[in-house]
């Protein structure tokens, strides 16, 4: 066991020597990076993605500041860039809340070693405890916005979905008007209001822009937004086009096959929303059975102590 005196030497000095070191390195002249200079020199060089003075809060500050000076490896629980575009969260924000998640961790430790000096506590903890608690926690930290991310984007991919299935039955609705199917295609996205059809509006307007047809936005856009690890994710998306551009190729009346199309999608979504209620009932069982047993055990104890006692 470790005496709080001890344990704050060890912090100040650990501190103090960081410092020292890069008080060091700041002195020994470090070699030119020739590479970036001769870019400079060709003129091939490139900005960062992001400046600091672009961003506007503390969060987005520290992650364009690592961005720009660093390269953070991914790792398995790492959203993708279309992870991040779906649950509207900047590349640059999402870092620094890793960043600032993760020395958060590490920061707890040392408040909790403050406090055990400042306050005559009787307690002595290990160092090699805090340090373990602080890598943990500073893990924790560095993967919990990934998670938050990941578990956003699954949900807008389920809403676009769903504005899929309704974007078929507006086309439908269009085509049955008399419509062809690219003005079908280009009234139907104007309806929605919500995120996923601002999404569809957006590409389907800088299609028209670029002279391509809204199909081939509708391809676009699935590209940009699947999920490489769950591949399929955008499929309704990708028949949705299919079924356009035949129908505008082969000129084939297309409002029975959208019409099967977005009442397959229906089934589909709605056996996964039973699905999701039920697997929530099973894991609300545990937790309900075990309030029960509190409770119970909470008016029998008493009664059972009672009995016991006065024998």
Known sequence: MTSPVVLAALIVGAVAGAGLLLVLKGLVPGRPALGAALARMAGTD????VEVADVTSFTARVGAY??????VPA??????????DLAQVAPHTHLGEKVLGAMVGLAVPLVVAAVTVVLPLPLAVPVWVLLLVGVVLAVVGWVAPDLDVTAKAGRARDDLDRAVAALLELVVVQRLGGAGITQAITQAVTIGTSEPFRRLRDAV???????????????QLAD???DPRR???TQALRDTADICRQ??????HVADQLAARARS????????????????????????SMTVIVVALAIVAPLAWQILASR
Not at 46 to 49: G, S
Not at 265 to 287: E, F
């Open 66 to 71: 690592v961005t720009a000076r660093t390269a």
């Open 247 to 252: 129908a505008a190729q082969q000129g084939s």
């Open 265 to 288: 999608m229906r089934g589909a979504q709605t056996s996964a929303a039973r699905a999701k209620a039920n697997a929530a009932s099973v894991t609300m069982t545990a937790p309900m």
């Open 46 to 49: 490139r900005r960062p993605p």
């Open 205 to 219: 307007a800088v299609a028209e822009i670029n002279g391509q047809p809204p199909w081939e936005a509708l391809d």
């Open 75 to 84: 790792l398995p629980t790492s959203p993708t860039r279309a992870d991040l």
């Open 224 to 226: 940009r937004l699947d």
């Open 231 to 233: 591949p399929g994710r």
